[in-house]
């Protein structure tokens, strides 16, 4: 599977982004896709997942702020990541990961260790 982000990019403290990832390949398998992201001396953190049948997480600290969904095709899976009220601590590098799970388990692990494929992340900076 190849996984692919884009849309970071700087926005001002209360701003919008909206984060896009395409993963194309062996889709159909998928069990979760999720958004992590890491910032300088901090350790990579789950920020909002969701599972083949549409549930959701989210990190309590972007709680009614981000809205995580897909779309998927038949060859591509369309991750999204909405970003409402950006605040400073936002600021990382984010980046899209792809879970396949023998038992189709939802993968909600903080450091992603249950995720093998992984994008090569895109930076978001909010300016305070």
């Known amino acids: 599977v190849q996984v692919v982000e884009s849309g970071g990019g700087l926005v001002q403290d209360g701003g919008t982004l909206r984060l896009s990832c395409a993963a194309s390949?062996?889709?159909?398998?998928?069990?979760?896709m999720g958004w992590y992201r890491r910032s300088p001396g901090k350790k990579r953190e789950l920020v909002a997942a969701?599972?083949?049948?549409?549930?959701?997480?989210?990190a309590d600290s972007v709680k009614g702020r981000f809205t995580i969904s897909n779309f998927r095709d038949n060859s591509k899976i369309t991750l999204s990541l909405q970003m409402n009220n950006l605040r400073p601590e936002d600021a990382a590098m984010y980046y899209c990961?792809?879970?396949?799970?023998?038992?189709?388990?939802?993968?909600?692990?903080?450091?992603?260790?249950?995720?093998?494929?992984w994008g090569q992340g895109t930076q978001v900076t909010v300016s305070s």
């Open positions: 990961a792809v879970s396949y799970s023998d038992f189709g388990v939802f993968s909600k692990n903080p450091g992603g260790d249950d995720y093998g494929h």
């Open positions: 390949g062996s889709v159909v398998s998928i069990d979760s």
């Open positions: 969701i599972s083949s049948e549409g549930q959701t997480y989210y």
